[in-house]
């Protein structure tokens, strides 16, 4: 059993080496409780642990561009005007992806080597999807209106890509 100081319980051992500590010999508690400590400290490292894992999601669902934010509810388009303050890259990512870290770039859909913006951010869970705002004004300025793209990275590497249009 593992607890705090206070004597809530954090977790147990499985019942077959809580079982074998009550045996006699003292060799085999030994071997029991570290049985126990393997076991337990599995367990921690699964439920605390964050471990990369693969996820299915389908792209064209998984990330989407829209005019309007989630409070409007979304009107996803894959164009917009200069003049327009703010835009909303969309994602929808299953509960298994929340604590990890995640980056949002935007580039010139003729030269991905040129980022024009970037958002790094920790999914959170209990949302599915959630909007991350960026100004088609702020990308405008910084490389006429024209074809652009969004990445979505994960650890680095490019997970997906949408492109959209600033006019």
Known sequence: MVSVP???VLDTASIRAAADVSDESSSFRKYATQMALTDLSGKIVRDLAITPMEIAVRPDKAMRTSDTSEQEGWHFTKTFSQDEASMYVVL???????????????????????MVVSKDFTWQSGKYCRGFEFSPRQI??????????????????????RHFKIK
């Open 6 to 8: 206070d004597g809530t």
């Open 92 to 114: 929808c990512l299953p509960e298994a992806a929340a604590m990890n870290d995640f980056q949002l770039i935007i580039t010139p859909k003729s030269d991905p080597s040129n």
């Open 140 to 161: 405008a300025e910084s490389n006429r209106p024209g074809q652009y793209s969004v990445h979505f990275l994960s650890r680095g590497d490019v997970v997906f890509t």
